[in-house]
């Protein structure tokens, strides 16, 4: 890869979609990427928590990203996939992802601001324009608010400095 000054390094994304529509995340936040499997639900936390599992002996809340996004929730596909992230103070979150399989190479920079005011979804960033249409970055340290990061994540961080 280039990284000569003036030459902008790429960066790789997964690409997924929630209905017809394309979005991206980051590869560098991808864990891992897994089957869909059960999930333990989490009493009173909002539709779109799809659940708990067990991992490599960490909890594991999982989002659905379609019913948080549009409130549909995801269809169990032979491509939906359970993509653990990286997720902000050394955790894992996991994203039921529909057609979670493709993936784009490109600089970051040719992303660009949508536009909308949508501060009810902060975790929806800007949009590259694609050919066949506009695929839109999920910032994953955005995806949850203060009161459901509580719920999901009450214990130290895993692997986290304990004193």
Known sequence: MNTAKGVKADTLFLIFYIGQERFALAAREVA???????LKPVAHAPAWVAGVFAHRGQ???????????????????????LVLVHYPGQRLLGLLLEQASDTLRLPAEQFRALGLDNRRAPY????????????????????????????????????????
Do not use: N
């Open 32 to 38: 891992e990427v897994l089957p869909r499997i059960a």
């Open 59 to 81: 909890m594991v809340p999982v989002l659905d990203v379609s019913c948080l996004t549009f409130g549909e929730p995801a269809r169990a596909r032979t491509s939906t996939r």
């Open 124 to 163: 929806l960033g800007p949009v590259y324009p694609a050919e066949d249409g506009l695929i839109q970055w999920v910032k994953v340290d955005a995806l949850l608010e203060e009161p459901v990061r509580q719920l999901l994540y009450a214990g130290p961080a895993q692997g986290a400095e304990h004193g």
